[in-house]
């Protein structure tokens, strides 16, 4: 295990450095049962962060024996949403747009049916009746948005998208849809002014004092200390450190598309920072990223009873979700009622607790990919059982 060194010991905010330790061995043996390739964590409380540790290794080779640290690189995945919502509420507060508009005030191609009656709200929250993420659904002749944009080869890849259609009418289901987070990041372009991609790193990344986040690996330094979980990233950060990505990849026009549906990569530090932002009404470092009111608006429960999850094969669960983030808490939930949140696939989580004001980010490589409840839900119980 490696530990980086805080300003903070758990003692000083009311946290059993006894729960530290037992959070250690869980991680450890997860890594030991060849359920993690590796794990990385960061706990702040009331701002001040009192752990930032890592175990397990950096590559999924088996002869690579390089030890994942604090600061390796990761893929945030959808935790890239959260970050995108942000930037929503900022132009919201901004006065640039209302999250009730429809969408085809701002997309031409979404203003005829049945496309009209979606709203920024049904985006923000995955109720806009979009299809839902590939492998949600059991449907083996399912086609998803990227293959039309993909056989459009850009040319308008929002229009060429549309063709996918919709599942349901807005507003009557939840299903995950990470694609209406890629229509966010259009809006934010056309609104702000600036890629999508470009204003959050202005806006939330800098601000936020992210020194490890961003979208774009083009700084070699960066991608050297990138983790390793498959043949796919191994080849991806090679050519990279190899020179050997043509430029007719990166000017493709998928670079064109925002991607704020899942796009980013940091360290569990950086998403701290994050959070802990959130936390603290808008403010880091006596910095202002965003106001208190807009921060509650987003993080407050928008859907109704009648909102029902069947991704998964959820079983028709109602699905509590804010205007941006996650809000389950469950009878397995140690964590306060209001807490906000958002998964990563691959995995990786940031947890906010508002009432405990105890902040978590981790990352939790998963052997093969195959997912694991044990590295988030029971990660997320050892982690809030420390607290005094």
């Known amino acids: 295990m490696i530990s980086f060194k805080t300003e903070f010991t758990p003692e000083d905010v009311g946290y059993d450095e006894e729960r530290i330790v037992k959070l250690n061995h869980f991680f450890e043996d997860l890594t030991e049962r060849k359920i993690l390739l590796s794990a990385n964590y960061c706990l702040a409380r009331d701002g001040k962060v009192f752990a930032n540790n890592a175990v397990g290794k950096l590559s999924f080779r088996e002869e690579d024996t390089r030890e994942l640290r604090p600061d390796t690189i990761q893929r945030i995945a959808s935790i890239t949403k959260l970050i995108t919502a942000t930037a ?3 132009l919201a507060e901004d006065g640039k747009l209302r999250v009730s508009q429809r969408v085809g005030e701002f997309i031409e191609e979404f203003d005829t049916k049945p496309f009209n009656e979606i709203t920024i709200a049904h985006l923000l929250s995955h109720t806009s009746g979009f299809q839902a993420d590939e492998g949600c659904f059991e449907n083996k002749y399912f086609v ?3 293959a039309f944009i ?3 080869k850009g040319m308008n890849w929002i229009a060429a998208s549309l063709r996918s259609g919709i599942r349901k009418k807005p507003g009557e289901e939840w299903a995950y849809c990470s694609f209406g987070y890629v229509i966010l990041g259009e809006i934010i372009t056309r609104v702000s002014g600036q890629f999508a991609n470009d204003y959050i790193t202005e806006h939330i990344i800098k601000p936020c004092g992210m020194k490890d986040s961003g979208f774009s690996y083009d700084n070699k330094e960066v991608v050297s200390r990138t983790n390793i979980p498959n043949e796919r990233s191994e080849k991806f950060i090679n050519d990279i450190l190899n020179g050997q990505q043509s430029t007719e990849e990166q000017d493709s026009f998928w670079s064109k598309i925002p991607g704020t549906g899942g ?3 940091s360290t569990a530090y950086d998403l701290c920072r994050f959070g802990t932002m959130l936390l603290q009404g808008g403010y880091i470092d006596g910095t202002r990223v965003i106001g208190r009111k807009a921060i509650e608006k987003m993080s407050a429960l928008y859907t109704a009873p009648h909102i029902k999850d069947y991704c998964w094969n ?6 509590q979700y804010g205007l941006g983030p996650d809000m389950r808490c469950n009878e397995g939930s140690l964590y306060t009622q209001g807490t906000f949140f958002h998964e990563g696939a691959g995995g990786c989580c940031l947890i906010i607790d508002p009432t405990e004001k105890l902040v978590a980010a981790w990352f939790v490589p998963f052997v093969n990919g195959v997912w694991s409840g044990e590295a988030l839900y029971n990660a ?4 809030w059982s420390g607290l005094k």
Request: aromatic share 18%.
């Open 144 to 146: 998803p948005p990227w």
């Open 88 to 90: 929503i509420w900022q």
């Open 263 to 265: 796009g980013m990569y």
């Open 314 to 319: 959820a079983g028709g669960l109602y699905r």
């Open 380 to 383: 997320a119980a050892v982690m």
């Open 150 to 152: 993909e056989h459009d």
